[in-house]
C-alpha cells in the first residue's frame, strides 16, 4: 500500500470519527429531550433496563460484522451510560438545594446567630440530657465563652438497645428551659415524624441524625416544620446520598438546612468514624446551604477535637459541633468523647485563634 492510499484511508477515518462525533453529541442532546419530558423523577428514575434491552438487541440484530456482537453491545452500554450521566449533571441542576438554582450562600439566622456569613459558629452542649442541673452547668460555661446555641440529645437512637435512651419530651421541657434563662438556642434531635411538630414548640432548632439521613418520613416532615433543620450524614451515605435527603427537605417548603458532616464508616478503628473534611468544600460547591462539622462523633477522641475543628474552620466549614460535660467519667453516653469543662476552655481558646 502506497503512502497516498494510507493517507486517503486515514482522512476517510478522520472524517468517520468527526461524524460519529456528531452524531453521539445529537444523541445525547435527544437524551436530554427525553429526560425533560419525565419531571420530578431522579436520575435514578429515569434509567429504563426495558428500554435499554430492546435498544441493544435491535442494534444487535443489525450488526452485519466486523465487530462481535458482545463489542457493539459494550460500546453502546457506554454510549448509554453517558447519556444517563448527562441526565444525572442536568438533574442536580435543577435540584433546590443546588448552587446552580441558587448561586447566593443561604444564611440561617438562629437567634441572632447568622450560620453560613463566613464566620465559624459553634454549637455545644452535652451528648444526652441528663438532668436540668446538668445541662444548667454546661449552659453557664457556654455563655461564659459568649456562645449562643446549646445542644442536648433527649431522644437517643442508641445501637444498643440496653444503652440510655434520653429522657424524651422532659429532655426537651429542660432544654427549653434552660435556653429561655441564659438566652440560648436550643438544639435536639427527633427520631419519629409524628414528634416533628410538638418538638418544634420546644427547639430552635430540629436535629436528624446520621441513622436517620433517609428516613425519609422524618425528612418530609422536617421539611413542614418552620424550624432550622440540622441534617447529618449517614454513616454509609454518599455526598450524593446526603444532599439529595437535604432535597427531600427543601421539596417540602423548608429551606433552611444545615448539613453536618459528621464522619463516615470505614475499615480505620483509630477514630470512632473517619471524618471526611474534603466534604465541606464539595458540599459548598455542590449546593447553596451552609456546612458543619461535628468532630466529637466524626473522631471520638477528645485529644482530636481541636486539630479536627481547626481542620473544619480551615477548610471552610461554617459552624463546628462539639459535645461537653460537667464530668464525662460518669456521662450516660459516649463518656470517652465528651469534653470536661477545663478542656472546654482549651477547646474554645485554640479554636478562635
Do not use: W
Not at 424524651?168 to 427520631?191: K, P, Q, T
Request: with cysteine; proline share 4%; aromatic share 6%.
Amino acid at each position: 500500500m502506497s503512502n497516498e492510499q494510507l493517507d486517503l484511508l486515514r482522512e476517510q477515518l478522520d472524517e468517520l470519527n468527526m461524524d460519529l462525533l456528531s452524531l453521539i453529541n445529537k444523541r445525547g442532546e435527544l437524551v436530554k429531550q427525553v429526560a425533560k419530558s419525565k419531571p420530578n423523577q431522579g436520575p435514578d428514575k429515569k434509567y429504563d433496563p426495558v428500554r435499554e434491552h430492546q435498544m441493544l438487541e435491535k442494534i444487535k440484530n443489525q450488526n452485519e460484522g466486523p465487530f462481535q456482537d458482545a463489542t457493539i453491545i459494550h460500546l453502546f452500554k457506554e454510549i448509554f451510560k453517558a447519556g444517563l450521566e448527562l441526565q444525572e449533571k442536568d438533574y442536580h441542576k435543577e435540584m433546590l438545594v443546588s448552587r446552580k438554582r441558587k448561586s447566593e450562600d443561604t444564611i440561617i439566622d438562629i437567634k441572632g446567630e447568622k450560620i453560613g456569613d463566613g464566620q465559624p459558629h459553634f454549637v455545644c452542649g452535652p451528648c444526652a440530657v441528663e438532668s436540668y442541673e446538668q445541662v444548667r452547668k454546661v449552659a453557664e460555661q457556654i455563655k461564659k465563652h459568649g456562645l449562643n446555641m446549646i445542644r442536648g440529645g433527649a431522644f437517643k437512637p442508641r445501637t444498643s438497645p440496653y444503652d440510655f435512651q434520653g429522657l424524651g419530651f422532659e429532655g426537651l421541657e429542660i432544654l427549653r428551659r434552660i435556653g429561655d434563662e441564659f438566652d440560648l438556642a436550643v438544639v435536639s434531635e427527633i427520631v419519629r415524624p409524628q414528634d416533628m411538630e410538638k418538638a418544634a414548640e420546644y427547639l430552635d432548632m430540629i436535629q436528624i441524625g446520621a441513622r436517620n439521613m433517609q428516613n425519609f418520613e422524618i425528612l418530609k416532615a422536617a421539611g413542614e416544620v418552620n424550624k432550622p433543620i440540622i441534617l447529618k450524614r449517614g454513616m454509609s451515605a454518599t455526598v450524593s446520598d446526603f444532599i439529595n435527603a437535604a432535597e427531600y427537605i427543601h421539596s417540602r417548603g423548608n429551606s433552611n438546612i444545615i448539613l453536618c458532616e459528621r464522619g463516615i464508616r470505614t475499615y480505620e478503628t483509630a477514630t470512632r468514624n473517619t471524618l471526611d473534611i474534603t466534604a465541606v468544600p464539595i458540599l459548598k460547591q455542590e449546593t447553596h446551604l451552609p456546612v458543619m462539622v461535628d468532630v466529637t462523633h466524626s473522631t471520638g477522641r477528645r485529644d482530636l477535637l481541636i486539630p479536627a475543628a481547626k481542620a473544619a474552620i480551615a477548610i471552610g466549614a461554617d459552624a463546628v459541633m462539639a459535645e461537653v460535660h460537667p464530668d464525662p467519667a460518669v456521662a450516660l453516653s459516649d463518656q470517652q468523647q465528651q469534653m470536661n469543662f477545663e478542656q472546654f476552655d482549651a477547646f474554645m481558646e485554640a479554636v478562635r485563634k
